[in-house]
């Protein structure tokens, strides 16, 4: 039997379009999310329906025009399309225009009229159709040989659920053509279909049930019969709206009398065109569907055997073959297409082509073969790739082993890559000891595994992971692959194994193709790399801060901070029994036993039983969220009860039983990760575990601190910067009251005190220094008067009076401002003062809280990134004096403005010199840099 895959467009479109959250963009700032769930859905039903024949139907610019004749309430409250969304509409009829998938939109019908009147024009013995869609006003075509294909999402994945005839039956205990009649009874919130007032889902069913049609319940209304069995409401709506529900079948009809054409084969599945079909993946950066459908082979893209084409083409030696060489007009396509990622473009064609050929003969030139010591004499970089596998150590800081290392090398002028398969101790040491500058890609997790060896990977150069973060920090894909996609134009996805394999086993040489591409990518990378970032004017960022601060990362990772686990265990017992006793009087109060940690019985509870006022009861049930009960916090005693709850078992699921797995039974130590490619603003971040997330502010959540301990002999000196972000506007802005506080060393918050409300200094109370504070730091943010009346608990109005009157008051402020949001919006981006950028796609978004968002990061990120650069740089400084002086003391954290370290009691006195000096002189600013000390036994007693 042959089969048609009918596509509901507008459905799938908005699916992917609100499905898919993360951020998705070109370099010009445009969205491709429901491009791609779009294709990423259709893709998978193809490859399991196989379609002879396809259509893609679309609702047109009049396509309720119908309906809303009939009736104007139709869709009447429906926003109009965003405009990320509505260019991708047209963006995705020219994929299909690529892919020679036909598309069809008509005058004043909608998308499912298209469909419904396909479906059952083709739909036979011999042909079965499918319809794609999120709507299930479809359900109502399903019969013996159409099917309904909803997709839905499950733990985080698409699935593809299948309504076909008993699938209905059996949901809606109805027949599908009678989903009209449902329809029409209980209406359609969602199309703002009325139906009868007070009939839902259930009343509809049973009446249908019982009375098969709208026209038998209308004939049995009078009777006794109906009067037993349902309410005299039911029959009192239903006989004062009659002309309303039949309107509501109407109108929830299905249309099937649109102009389409009567030959089949007009949709038939073919070949795409696929120079086109490239040009299109290429422009969205879908890198993953290159891959998918093998796109840089030789061969043709057939969509009728995708599941088949694929499988010959990963073990067909005729198609390794293909992909691993271009056609001349293939590679000609491919150097005149743009692949960027906020980067590069290659114009020369010759240069490009040549870095095809050039990727083959790597790809071929990889050997086994062992490091030879004359390898150390060469000054040139040594490019490298360490191959690793799992390792479950638990004494591992790291859990990976290192198979291998593959080595650029040139035998005779040749490019060679030399495989050292399983090298011990003795050859890594000689490999990454050497002088040689030393080329990867992430290196700080290359540092720390050589590093539990005793061996110490010194001369880092270039490391192309954080290369890629430089260029464009809001970017967050920075593996060898994406990274090679999107600036060197070249998928190494096909040079993996179709199966991987051990290097013991018989095809040892197609399994270590990648490590060539590898070596390649990084090679290549590097040199476009570094000439993009001296155009940026960030290449000094990159060598002088960034590189050095893999070294200090890694260091810090290794030390790690001493972890008492009997300390958190103790406090977590002691959370245990008051969460016990929370537990019982929030039942004593409710009345009986619930889930205090279930949404749903929590809210029945609270608005039900209790009947705390609340908003609309939504679909999903009562929101319980903080801000809700922070709201209701004086309405019942129950409420600080369950918000207090939170907290505790927050703390004892998070910071307890939480951090307990990550000490490390070797040293009782907690290894964190340090990543400095992953923030937009420059910022370090802490993962496995979050250590820069540890409560420091309340006081029973910083009791997980106690727990954390400078071995024996050893104190922690802890350094924080007082109020880097301000003193970074003041210079930045060059506001002359900000500035004169910081140079006369004056409470910056006391002053902007008595500037805002306009009172001596002397007289500013504390409840106005604490606003003034709110206001200082908010206004770093962006905050909004809303923003800021939530924060201090005050009125709106006075909120905006505090914010109007502190940019009045500093000017300069003020004007530097709008001036980042100005030069963000004409240019593109922001950038710190030591020249990193961040892109503001968010200012192009037609949406106007997504451009309220992005006028904040325009604001803050030249602040909050400046100090982000200058505590690298303070980092940089503090670990190369402790190394030169040789003292017993090392970086142990950094938690945003703060450094913490362990020292020697025996060398705390010159850690403490160090540390003050190196930071305060890190950068050179028009207002003082000023830190503040403190020693301590353990990190609850720093500051």
Known sequence: MKTILLIDGNSIMNRAFYGITAPMTTDDGKHTNALYGFLAIMFKNMEEVKPDYMLVAFDSKTAANVRKQQYDGYKKSRHAMPEELTYQMTEIKEILDAMNIKHLELPDFEGDDILGTVAKKFASDEIQAYILSGDRDLFQLVQKNITVRLPKTKMGHTETEIYDLQKVQEEYELEPQTLIELKGLMGDSSDEIPGAPGVGPKTATTLLKKFGSIDGIYKALGEEEFAKDFKPKVRE????????VELSKKLGTIRTDATVTDDIEELKVVEWNKPAVIEQFRKYKFRKYMNKFNLSADSGVKMDGVAKSKLETQTSEKAQSARAARTDNEAKLANTT???????????????????????????????????????????????????????????????????????????????????????????????????????????????????????????????????????????????????????????????????????????????????????????????????????????????????????????????????????????????????????????????????????????????????????????????????????????????????????????????????????????????????????????????????????????????????????????????????????????????????????????????????????????????????????????????????????????????????????????????????????????????????????QELKSSNYMVREFGKRAAMNTPIQGTAADIMKIAMNKVYEELNKAKIDARIVLQVHDELILEASEKDKQQAKEILKTAMENAAKLDVPLKVELSEANSWYEAK
């Open 237 to 244: 709506s239903l006989s004062q709206n009659h002309e309303l």
């Open 338 to 840: 743009q692949i960027t990622a906020g980067a590069v473009r290659v114009d020369s064609s010759e240069e490009k082509a040549n870095d095809i050929d050039a990727v083959q003969q790597f790809v071929n030139n990889v050997e086994i073969g062992k490091f030879e010591d004359t390898m150390c004499d060469s000054n040139d970089p040594l490019i490298f790739y360490i191959d690793t596998s799992k390792d479950e150590d638990e004494n591992k800081i790291i859990k990976k082993e290192i198979k291998g290392v593959a080595i650029y090398a040139e035998k005779n002028g040749e490019a060679k890559v030399i495989y050292i398969k399983e090298p011990n101790d003795e050859v890594l040491k000689k490999i990454f000891e050497c002088n040689r500058p030393k080329v990867g890609h992430n290196l700080s997790e290359a540092y720390v595994m050589l590093k539990e060896r005793d061996i110490k990977l010194s001369n880092i150069n270039f490391d192309m992971d954080v290369a890629a973060y430089d260029i464009n920090p809001t970017n967050a894909k920075h593996s060898i692959e994406e990274i090679a996609f999107q600036y060197l134009d070249i998928d190494l996805a096909q040079y993996k194994p179709a199966k991987q394999t051990s290097l013991f086993e018989a095809n040892v040489e197609e399994d270590m193709r990648i490590f060539g591409a590898y070596i390649f990518a990084i090679k290549a990378f590097q040199k476009i790399a570094e000439e993009k970032m001296t155009q940026e004017g960030i290449i000094k960022l990159f060598n002088q801060i960034e590189i050095p601060l893999i070294e200090v990362l890694g260091e810090m990772q290794v030390n790690g901070m001493m972890c008492i686990e009997e300390v958190l265990q103790q406090f977590g017992e002691m959370l245990k029994t008051e969460i016990q006793k929370l537990t019982e009087e929030i039942y004593e109060l409710a009345g009986e036993e619930f889930n205090i940690n279930s949404t749903q019985q929590l809210g029945k509870i609270l608005f039900e039983k209790l009947g705390l006022p609340t908003r609309k009861k939504t679909k999903t049930g009562y929101s319980t969220d903080v801000a809700t009960l922070e709201k209701l916090a004086n309405k019942h005693e129950i409420i600080p009860k369950i918000l207090e709850y939170r907290t505790l078992a927050k703390l004892n699921s998070t910071y307890v039983e939480g951090l307990i797995p990550y000490i490390n039974p070797k040293d009782n130590r907690i290894h964190s990760y340090f990543h400095q490619t992953i923030t937009a603003t420059g910022r370090i971040s802490s993962t496995e575990p979050n250590l820069q997330n540890i409560p420091s502010r309340e006081e029973l959540g910083k009791n997980i601190k106690k727990a954390f301990i400078p071995q024996k002999g050893y104190v922690y000196i802890d350094a924080d910067y007082s109020q880097i972000e301000l003193r970074v506007l003041a210079h930045m802005s060059q506001d002359v009251n900000m500035m004169n506080a910081f140079k006369n060393d004056e409470d910056i918050h006391r002053e902007v005190a008595s500037k805002v409300f306009n009172m001596p200094l002397d007289q500013v109370t504390k409840e106005q220094r604490s606003r003034a504070k709110a206001v200082n730091f908010g206004i770093v943010y962006g905050i909004t008067g809303f923003g800021l009346a939530n924060q201090i608990r005050t009125s709106n109005k006075e909120a905006k009076e505090y914010i109007d009157s502190y940019l009045e008051k500093y000017s300069g402020v003020n004007a530097y401002m709008k001036a980042q949001v100005e030069k963000a919006q004409q240019t593109g981006y922001v950038e710190t003062l030591f020249g990193r950028k961040r892109f503001i």
